[in-house]
């Protein structure tokens, strides 16, 4: 595999409710982030903010999964943020499932575009190849938080 991963970090954020937050590297040196829909808006607002350090605004509310690009406040580094905000249990068949495979393949090339442009990276549609391992990596990485493995 091209890529590695750090190992995944679980918030926590009360007593009676845990919500994960897993921090994945790449070979680009930028990290992604999926959060589950546990993490509410007031904790990804506690750890990440805008590049200019304005607040995460209402938006990462109005929708079911949403990416983009966000500064984590304990060190300052630009990484990609996936919040996957439906409340679901996924299973490993029917249309949960599918949502699943829909919600990872989506939001994981929003991820690998947004990584290409910030290093200004061109995909080469000649030899997919790269492009196709990398979007994969991430879609297994942000499956593997939803379905808390």
């Known amino acids: 595999m091209l890529l590695s991963s750090l ?13 994960r937050i897993d921090t994945y590297s790449t070979q680009y040196d930028i990290d992604f982030v999926v959060a589950d829909s546990k993490v ?8 990440y903010c805008y590049d200019d ?10 929708c079911s999964a949403c990416t983009g690009t966000v500064k984590r406040k304990e060190d300052g580094a630009t990484v990609l943020l996936v919040h996957y ?4 249990n996924f299973v ?9 495979i829909d919600i990872c393949a989506h939001e994981a090339t929003h991820v690998a575009i947004d990584i290409y442009n910030i290093v200004s990276a061109e995909i080469d549609t000649k030899n997919q190849e790269t492009f ?5 990596y991430i879609a297994e990485r942000i499956a593997k938080t939803l379905l808390n493995k």
């Open 7 to 19: 190992s995944p970090v679980t918030y926590k954020q009360n007593m009676n409710k845990k919500a």
């Open 85 to 88: 905000t439906k409340p679901s």
């Open 92 to 100: 490993s068949s029917g249309d949960d499932l599918l949502d699943l």
């Open 53 to 62: 350090n304005t607040e995460l605004d209402d938006t990462w509310n109005d």
């Open 40 to 47: 509410t808006l007031n904790d990804l607002r506690e750890l």
């Open 132 to 136: 196709a391992y990398f979007v994969a």
